[in-house]
């Protein structure tokens, strides 16, 4: 990933995460909350080459560390994004298969998004933090894959062409 790519994806993904904190986290769904930007950097780090994913995982994870709204340490969702990242880059010629096809890269981006929030909790009960109950924690991861999988079709050819738009002419061979 360029320099240049990376500072692009960065400010799009701070973008989403202003929209995801001004107005997506206001609203109440039903069932649950709803994170466009955990949907939105995992589709990227979906699309990305191997270090991309690695890259776009540091960045989003230290972007989503800035919400008002997270109570746990600085750095949690930037190690879990990164290593959310690591395993995609690992296992990209599967992952390759999971994106060529909409509705496979749909599921795929929805079952992704709530691995990454249990991740995210089984990272806090090592940590100590109170999470809440688990009943409450598997509506909300659930609730959260229901509303991405509803989302993530208007969502996923957007982020396809903005990442093509992205491309360097070396990185579009």
Known sequence: MSPGRTAANALFLFLIFVIQEGAISKIKFPVTGFSLYIAVLLGLMALEEKFGAIILGFI???????????????????????????????????????????????????????ITLLVFLGLGVILGENNGTLGHNLISVLGNSFWTLLVAPILLPSLNKFRNLTLTSRERI
């Open 60 to 114: 989003g994870g230290l972007i989503l560390d800035l919400s008002p709204s997270v109570e746990s340490p600085f750095g949690k969702w930037a190690f879990v994004l990164t290593l959310v990242g690591y395993i995609f880059s690992t296992n990209r010629d599967s992952i390759g298969d999971f994106t060529s096809g909409p509705v496979a890269f749909i599921l795929f981006i929805s079952a992704g998004a709530a």
